[in-house]
């Protein structure tokens, strides 16, 4: 059932058009269909929730979101543009500078402490090894919002699961993107830590107005969402409220 049919009315209200008919891989000479049929828009703000098995094409289609990867056959609007019309190079810099992701592993480097992992995309955008001072003060700003300020020196290693996700998350946002992507960002927490993840996630988005779209197995994160999207063998199923899906 298609709840939110995609057009082009209205699209400087959305930040996300996708129009998929086909997304394939190759295994050995066998063609493997991993999203079909894909329709759907996503508006300005808003929290999305991705749920369904295993396997059914969940991180695909958030990697396509992420500019990732390609579609074989369709058509994905970020913003206004259509992207398959940039360049690698260009898709890197809309990347960089609109879309902060969120893994459940972290991904934080082990030899930096937490404060310069942080403190990374910033580094890798300017080029420079050194923080300029409106830089710096995104730092402290983004340590203190996420309340991990007096763990800015230690490593890793040194710091809980759920500090970690909090630094990770830091690290996300710290360049101020306008589309937010989380890959189970609670899969590797205790459910205490995974919901007070979750719900410091929904604050900032809600509050600064970013779009979040995050990928759950658990049906507690993904009814915090304003909308569900549903993937099931590939395709999209459903589009609604939680509510809605288990009635």
Known sequence: ????????????????????FNKNYLLGKEKIAALHDINLKIERGELISIIGPSGSGKSTLLHLIGLMDHANQGKIFFEENEIKKFSEN???????????????????????????????????????????PNEQIQLEEILEKLGIADRRLHRPKQISGGQKQRAAIARALIDRPELLLADEPTGNLDEKTGLQIIELLEKICREDKITMIIVTHDHKIAERADRIVQIDDGKLTHKAHLKQLLT
Do not use: W
């Open 90 to 132: 260009e898709l890197a810099k809309l990347r960089s500078e609109k879309i902060g992701f969120v893994f459940q592993d972290f991904n934080l480097l082990d030899d930096l402490n937490i404060e310069d992992n942080i403190a990374l995309p910033l580094l890798i955008r300017s080029g420079k090894n050194k923080l300029s």
């Open 1 to 20: 059932m298609i709840l939110y049919p995609c057009t082009m009315s209205n699209i400087k209200a959305l930040i996300y058009l996708l129009s998929i």
